[in-house]
């Protein structure tokens, strides 16, 4: 079965501090891999998504993440945080070309103090 | 409305009670998700309508838990006999596939459950 695993349960940076959130997941096949983002007091929403092509993603304010193959990994990065990038952050897979089930890490809060 | 709507946002029940939960998706969107986010859990998948069927159920905690869709639009999460382990926010999601394949869900403000 999948599974999503996020290493850093409590994330707690200062300002213009770099990031890297570590992401693993679990299945055999071709994957489709996204990281979604939930500030407080807001919905989930999508942050950036990986499907082919070039492994290194970049999404919205300035985010990007890295696919690699080898280790099942898709590590989201930012290299400097701000203050308004408080928030929980959330890995997710499902099979390619399949939306069945999209699965979810158990997410990792983000603190970042000015 | 623009966004995938659900109802209520806050439903605090007795234990035992039967609950409904409303989600009202995207218009046009043909394939809905519930979830359901504990503190600390994450998002645990619940079921999958693809129009008025659900080709997934597998996440459905127990023979308590059931979800319709009718008119390949609104669904409607039911829980009977609520217990207060089924205390959580439920998270509504809908997406559009028969056009480019972007993967994105989109997600209601969800409805937080608390079972006294």
């Known amino acids: 079965a999948q599974s999503v695993s996020q290493h850093n349960h409590h994330v707690i940076l200062s300002e213009a501090a770099s990031l890297e959130l570590g992401c693993n997941y679990s299945?055999?096949?071709?994957?489709?891999l996204f990281w979604y983002v939930q500030y407080p007091g807001q919905h989930l929403q999508l942050l950036l998504k990986?499907?082919?092509?070039?492994?290194l993603v970049k999404g919205i304010k300035g985010f990007e993440a890295e696919f690699i193959k080898s280790k099942f990994s898709f590590n989201l990065r930012k290299p400097s945080v701000q203050w308004s990038d408080t928030a929980e952050y959330f890995c997710?897979?499902?099979?390619?070309?399949?939306?069945?089930?999209?699965?979810f890490g158990a997410g990792t809060r983000l603190a970042v103090h000015p | 409305g623009a966004g995938v709507s659900q109802s209520p946002s806050n439903k605090v029940t007795e234990k035992g009670k039967d609950v409904e939960l409303r989600c009202d998706p995207i218009?046009?969107?043909?394939?809905l998700y519930w979830y359901r986010q504990s503190l600390g859990q994450g998002l645990e998948f619940l079921i999958y309508?693809?129009?008025?069927?659900?080709?997934?159920k597998s996440g459905l905690p127990s023979d308590r838990f059931s979800a319709e869709r009718t008119g390949g639009s609104v669904s409607t999460l039911t829980i009977q006999r609520t217990q207060q382990e089924d205390s959580a926010v439920y998270l509504c999601?809908?997406?559009?596939?028969?056009?480019?394949?972007?993967?994105?869900?989109?997600f209601g403000e969800g409805s937080r459950l608390t079972v006294l």
């Open positions: 990986y499907f082919s092509g070039d492994p």
């Open positions: 997710a897979v499902t099979p390619s070309g399949g939306y069945n089930k999209l699965i």
């Open positions: 999601a809908s997406l559009y596939l028969g056009g480019p394949n972007t993967g994105e869900l989109f």
């Open positions: 309508f693809q129009g008025n069927s659900a080709p997934d």
């Open positions: 218009s046009g969107h043909t394939a």
């Open positions: 299945y055999g096949g071709t994957v489709n």
